[in-house]
Nanobody, 124 residues
């Protein structure tokens, strides 16, 4: 079993920054592909970004490219999401997700383990 716990969400003004963290426990973190998804009220959960197990490959949704950066620290079993130049449309619950595979996927169904989510609210 794998447990994921997100932290770092909050309220920020447009143009500001937040850094989310996701602490992973329960199995070898370095063998997992990690992703971040988000879900706004009334909308489906959507892919934001993902990182390979080694950290050498990253993938981003077009809506966050150039503003968000995903990274991981395998020694600390933690994945991070640095969010800069935040916009009101980035407001959502952000979820950390893990899959025990080297392949990266952009779909919700492709990930096996999920955190409880952390709220990010960007005011205009």
């Amino acid at each position: 079993q794998v447990q994921l716990v997100e932290s770092g969400g909050g309220l920020v003004q447009a143009g500001g920054s937040l850094r989310l963290s996701c602490a992973v426990s329960g199995r070898t973190f370095s063998s997992t592909t990690m992703g971040w998804f988000r879900q706004a009220p009334g909308k489906e959960r959507e892919f934001v970004t993902a990182i390979s197990w080694s950290g050498d490959r990253t993938y981003y949704a077009d809506s966050v490219k150039g503003r968000f950066t995903i990274s991981r620290d395998n020694a600390k079993n933690t994945v991070f999401l640095q969010m800069n130049s935040l916009k009101p449309e980035d407001t959502a619950v952000y979820y950390c997700a893990a899959k025990v595979s080297s392949s990266v996927t952009y779909t919700v169904g492709g990930y096996t383990y999920w955190g409880q989510g952390t709220q990010v609210t960007v005011s205009s």
